[in-house]
């Protein structure tokens, strides 16, 4: 054995000492503290005795924590993902009491309960002090983190010197929001990449230059990753849509959708996406040619091995018991955080507000704690293996800023979060085997303002069936706009006095389909095998147009048109076709630049809803109504929700000259696959699909 390797196993096996001693005290500790856990038998045993009990014991369970926790977490692949941070420690507290069992004094007890928090205690403190002794060590530290994301490259080929390119994606973060919380000093890390330093002692030089890019009408992320990881997302109208040819509704964010997606796009290109030459897509919707996959939804659905079932990603994580339960506490104090910002924002009468009750507190802790762990830990892995591109989704302040407001306390909290993961994985990049640039975007921004429903008492939904002459519920119906839908459909109809029982009801296959992504609507009607036009609309449903144009909460609707190929519709009558839009862009006009090319591009696509309806916009305070459930939101026009940005290394050539716009996902893929081209030279397009290929 040479000098060196023996120095590192003796450095190796110091370190375990000192973690088998400290967790010894702990347990020690813990004993004297917690009633219901014991080292003697109940007459009382010596010093000596209660110490070799705990240092048995310790060892005990550390050696089980490293055998038999990874058997165990395999078998969690099958549990659902947001139930695993709360089984992580009643699995840890049982190894524990078995740990207690195999003592030879046999005297050693603990109630279950005690049993999870003496193993949740030691777990930790172990991690802390292996953590503390070995980033001392950098070859240590290094091994640490191949462990924590068990990405090891393997007896592959040389790393190549040629820098390799990190693309993070923060959800849902806007170009504004991330220029203000540069401002306020919630983000040190960007700020100092950006030359900023907000206490005013330095200006340290920018390594990375700040770019703003205009989304599609489509400004969620199934359309903007899509394009961004595989060069189109040609006919991705919104986050959900019904499909006339198929009789299906797709959901960006469901397992079959989003692989439907994935194959539509690689046949569109012909290529394989942005990571086909030695890539890595952690947590995203789609694999963007990626060898390596983990947490990626278009996988989710295949149950052909365990390396392509999108939970398998959680094991490089979770294999570490004390890495389990650093994040299932987290997730613990996450979730009482939610419950404690929600009932303050209750009890002082916030507006706007929406429920977040239920699961929502497990959803969020999982959204900002688990994910983000998870793919942070395999975003190092996949750097200290010398990997060419890799590119992760953080979605922890999309989910909040949906339920707590784009520009709230909660959502900045999140940010703060986000630039520490930022610095961990800016300090990992010291360690790998090649230089990395890392790359920082969003997908979309979000906008503001308070839901259709509280502000009508209504959803498009009721409003919908009112204009279609349908019943619409009693809570509908009392509403003030009921009121007015139901108003507007008799002057439509020319019917002044609305008589009993000459409501019309139609069959269920007949009634329409209304769906909504953010703050955009579509409406369709399933029993018509075409996309139906206007003059259709109007002939089967006169009042329907007038009733959703003319509302207050709508700010224009676009229509296919048997005269004019495709309409613009808006309040008092409005009609414009869309090739006079330059010139007379009517209710588009509040809506900023590029919305009638994104309007006009939308009418392009094959599953186009029968009716696009985006709700109103105020240009001066960027607030939209959303027709979901959510006072943070995204997926149609109006606002900071088509305002993402671009964060890239000053290496790196600028990703538009200047007096140029970025506009759109698929442009931002021509930039992202430039830089990968002058940093590694060619990428080599994948022959067959990513959706073909092992995780």
């Not at 091994?143 to 490259?153: C, G, I, K, S």
């Amino acid at each position: 054995m040479g000098t060196g390797r023996w120095r590192r196993a003796v450095s190796q096996a110091g370190r375990s000492v000192a973690v088998w001693g400290v967790s010894t005290i702990t347990m020690l500790v813990l004993a004297g503290i917690l009633p219901d856990f014991r080292l003697q038998s109940p007459d009382g045993d010596s010093s000596t005795t209660i110490a070799v009990t705990a240092a048995i014991g310790a060892g005990v369970f550390g050696l089980l924590s490293a055998l038999v926790w990874p058997l165990l977490v395999r078998l969690l692949l099958l549990v659902p993902a947001l139930v695993l941070g709360l089984l992580v420690f009643f699995l840890n507290g049982s190894l524990l009491l078995l740990a207690l069992r195999l003592t030879p004094s046999g005297e050693s007890e603990a109630a279950p309960e005690t049993a999870v928090i003496v193993a949740a205690v030691m777990s930790a403190v172990a991690s802390a002090t292996g953590a503390a002794l070995a980033v001392r060590d950098d070859d240590a530290y290094r091994r640490r983190l191949y462990r924590l994301a068990d990405r090891r490259r393997g007896s592959g080929p040389a790393c190549p010197a040629t820098p390799g390119t990190l693309f993070l994606q923060l959800d849902g973060v806007g170009y504004d929001v991330l220029d203000t919380a540069v401002g306020k000093g919630l983000m040190p890390t960007v700020a100092r990449w950006l030359g900023h330093d907000p206490d005013g002692s330095a200006h340290p030089r920018p390594t990375h230059r700040l770019t703003p890019w205009r989304t599609d009408w489509s400004s969620q992320t199934g359309a903007s990753q899509l394009g961004i990881l595989h060069g189109s997302n040609h006919d991705v109208p919104a986050f959900r849509w019904y499909e006339k040819d198929t009789r299906e509704v797709m959901v960006c964010n469901r397992p079959t959708s989003a692989a439907e997606l994935q194959r539509r796009a690689v046949r569109h290109t012909g290529d394989g996406g942005l990571l086909s030459a030695d890539g890595a897509s952690r947590g995203n919707l789609f694999g963007g040619g990626a060898d390596q996959q983990a947490l990626v939804l278009s996988i989710a659905a295949r149950r052909r091995s365990r390396e392509t079932r999108s939970r398998a990603g959680y094991f490089a994580y979770f294999s570490d018991p004390a890495n389990a339960v650093r994040t299932a506490l987290s997730f613990v104090a996450e979730v009482g955080r939610e419950i404690g910002q929600s009932t303050r924002a209750r009890l002082a009468k916030q507006r706007p507000r929406v429920a977040r009750g239920g699961l929502y507190p497990f959803v969020r802790a999982f959204a900002t704690v688990v994910e983000r762990d998870v793919v942070v830990a395999a975003v190092m892995g996949d750097m200290l293996a010398g990997r060419t591109a890799v590119y992760a989704d953080l979605v922890a302040y999309d989910e909040v800023a949906h339920h707590s407001g784009p520009l709230s306390r909660d959502a900045e909290q999140v940010l703060a979060r986000l630039d520490r993961s930022l610095a961990l994985i800016e300090n990992v990049a010291e360690h790998a085997p090649r230089p990395y640039r890392i790359v920082v975007l969003s997908d979309h921004g979000q906008s503001p303002g308070e839901t259709f429903r509280a502000r009508y008492g209504l959803t498009l939904g009721d409003l919908v069936r009112a204009g279609c002459g349908l019943p619409v519920p009693r809570r509908a119906e009392r509403t003030h706009s009921g009121a007015e839908a139901r108003a507007a459909v008799r002057a439509a109809l020319r019917r002044p006095v609305e008589e009993a029982g000459e409501e019309h009801r139609p069959s269920r296959d007949s009634e329409p389909i209304v769906l909504a992504s953010g703050n955009l609507g579509l409406i369709s009607f399933p029993d018509v095998p075409h996309r139906m036009s206007k003059e259709e609309i109007d002939a089967r449903h006169p009042a329907l147009l007038p009733t959703l144009a003319n509302h207050p909460g709508i700010g224009f609707l676009l229509v296919r048109s048997e005269e004019h190929g495709g309409v613009v519709l808006g309040a008092y009558n409005t009609e414009i076709p869309l090739d006079r839009l330059d010139e007379e862009p009517g209710p588009l006009a509040g809506f900023g630049p590029g919305a009638v090319d994104a309007v006009r591009r939308t009418h392009s696509f094959p599953h186009t809803a029968d009716i696009m309806v985006n709700s109103f916009h105020d240009p001066a305070d960027g607030e939209v109504l959303a027709f979901e459930e959510q006072i943070g939101s995204h997926g149609g026009l109006g606002g900071a929700q088509g305002r993402p940005f671009l964060l890239s290394p000053l290496a790196l050539t600028a990703p538009v000259e200047d007096g140029e716009d970025l506009i759109g996902a698929e442009h931002v893929h021509r930039v992202l696959r430039r830089w990968l081209r002058d940093s590694n030279g060619p990428q080599v397009p994948v022959e067959t699909a990513p959706e073909e290929r092992a995780a």
